[in-house]
């Protein structure tokens, strides 16, 4: 399809849906209101704008169906009734031809399908708008037979995306053009973001290295299951995993009737979303109903199983530090601490008056303390955080977008299988524990530990470093020489309390460890 038709064809749904009178109708030019109420004549429009936002997103195709979904998660851009109806969205996308499917894979490892599996199932499993999932019977390394999950790419999506991408940075400039609201909304930058998601998407072993990734990381943890990757059976085009048996986390009555301590299952929910996020920096960020099973087999029964790993979010250690300073800012009630930060971390502009940002997070934050725990939603909390910060023209960073509505999901999930779940009570714990790490002696001392061997290599260098560094300065120049031998005896001192007080805290553990040990036998 040329880019010219499949204009026409969006101009078309555009109309249809009366998405032409939603945009025009935010412009305050009064010729352009004038168009609105021409174009909108005689047309009924009485489903609610969110609505016929979804359904025309739905009637375009798997791409626009994506975009809706990425659109959903700027709830720092979008009003609430638009993202809460966005949220709706799902991959409900008719299935593509098996054959194809077949084609693909023979394609992919240049054999035929049979060589490439024992069995093959040609009925797909799932359909989503980016890939379909097969049911297949591989032989590993070790000659076992084992059940695997093949994900395929539909084919043809890159030609696809890259037109309809264009078309929507078109209408972006549009929009962004014709109205400040628009320029508020930042079109540009959501197609932008949007664009990174799908090409992302679009690799399959990206997708099986960050299910490798999170698989590692919560091992240690016995609360989830992640599949385990086929490397000899990925592609770009091709994800083969071991293929997962578990019971879909909202058929609640079903797990019920099976055993499962729901409230339980819950806290869980809970315990490996802040695991992932705070002590490995490295989350599932797609983390709605459908991809989320419960395992009832006996030796893992109650464990959560994760699934679809094309969205995962990242935080960097400054990222962590900054959370954790405003947790704790946050739970000291010191907002003007809260506002401070934001202007340290250059997420707001430098001129922003520091009472005028306090005055305002406090009037968000207030209000929570004085009710009972269960009864105030952390995911609440920052939305309306970030919908108090546009008028602060706030920096929205992409890695806290991604937490907010992961967390958002984890706490709709959450009350979902407990009503009387306490999000607050049930992390804290974790967070207070999680700080002290961040804050306290056990980081200085990581961090010692970690630039041991940086010290190690620089120490032998100083006498050379200072050798050279004065064959190169002029004889006459006594002052630099004594504030540079001042330094280096301040460097040594530092050094040596450093290394004596980090061998005298090992010392120390040591000791308790042999006192404990004692007290215990």
């Known amino acids: 399809m040329s880019r010219f038709a499949r204009g026409i064809t969006i101009v078309w749904v555009v109309l249809r849906y009366g998405l032409d009178e939603l945009v025009l109708s935010t412009f305050r030019q009064p010729w352009l209101r004038a168009v609105t ?45 638009i993202a809460d109806e966005l949220a709706l969205l799902q991959d409900r996308v008719p299935p593509f031809d098996p054959d194809v499917a077949i084609a693909t894979i023979e394609r992919a490892f240049r054999r035929p399908i049979g060589e490439v599996f024992v069995s093959f199932d040609r009925q797909p499993v799932a359909s989503a708008s980016i890939a379909q999932v097969h049911f297949a ?50 079109p540009r ?20 290295a960050n299910a490798a990734q999170l698989r590692r990381n919560m091992q240690g943890l016995d609360l989830v299951l992640i599949p385990e990757v086929f490397w000899d059976f990925c592609h770009a085009e ?82 962590k530090e900054y959370l954790a300073q405003n947790f704790t800012a946050f739970f000291r009630r010191d907002y003007k601490r809260v506002a401070e930060l934001h202007i340290e971390s250059g997420w707001v502009p430098a001129h922003t008056r520091v009472n005028e940002l306090e005055a305002a997070i406090r009037t968000v934050c207030e209000p929570y303390f004085d009710r009972p725990l269960k009864e105030i939603s952390l995911g609440m909390v920052l939305l309306r955080l970030f919908q108090t910060s546009r008028r602060f023209q706030v920096e929205i960073q992409p890695q806290l977008v991604l937490l907010q509505k992961t967390l958002l999901n984890i706490e709709g999930l959450g009350r979902q299988l407990d009503p009387d779940l306490d999000l607050w009570s049930t992390a804290k714990p974790f967070l207070e524990k999680w700080m002290l790490d961040q804050l306290g002696p056990q980081r200085l001392w990581r961090e010692l530990r970690a630039e041991a061997p940086h010290y190690a290599k620089i120490l032998p260098d100083l006498p050379r470093l200072l050798h050279d560094f004065l064959r190169q300065r002029p004889h006459d120049n006594r002052v630099d020489l004594q504030e540079l031998l001042a330094t280096q005896k301040r460097t040594n001192r530092l050094l040596q309390s450093l290394i004596y007080g980090g061998l ?17 036998f």
Not at 58 to 80: A, C, H, N, W, Y
Not at 190 to 205: I, K, P
Not at 243 to 262: C, E, F, H, T, W
Not at 504 to 520: A, D, S
């Open 37 to 81: 109420r021409v174009i909108t004549f005689g047309r009924k429009l009485d489903a609610p704008r969110g609505q016929r936002l979804r359904e025309a997103l739905e009637s375009l195709g798997p791409i626009f169906v994506k975009f809706g979904q990425v659109l959903s998660t700027r709830r720092d851009l979008m009003p609430p009734d």
């Open 137 to 186: 019977v591989i032989r590993d390394r070790q000659g076992h037979a084992r059940e695997v999950a093949v994900k395929v790419l539909r084919p043809g999506m890159l030609p696809v995306i890259d037109k309809d991408l264009a078309l929507m940075r078109m209408m972006a400039g549009w929009v962004e053009s014709l109205s400040a609201d628009g320029k508020r909304l930042k």
């Open 189 to 208: 930058e959501v197609v932008a973001e949007f664009d990174n998601y799908l090409h992302d998407e679009l690799d399959l072993v990206r997708e099986a």
């Open 238 to 319: 091709v994800l083969v995993m071991e293929r997962m048996k578990g019971v879909p986390i909202n058929q609640v009555d079903r797990l019920r009737s099976a055993g499962v301590d729901i409230p339980k299952l819950a806290r869980d929910g809970v315990t490996i979303f802040f695991t992932q996020v705070f002590r490995d920096g490295f989350f599932h960020a797609d983390m709605h109903p459908g991809n989320i099973q419960v395992s009832l087999a006996p030796e893992t029964f109650g464990r959560y199983i994760s699934l679809d790993f094309g969205i995962v979010g990242t935080l960097t250690e400054f990222d």
């Open 504 to 520: 005298g805290f090992v010392l120390g553990l040591l000791v308790m460890q042999l006192f404990v040990r004692v007290r215990i």
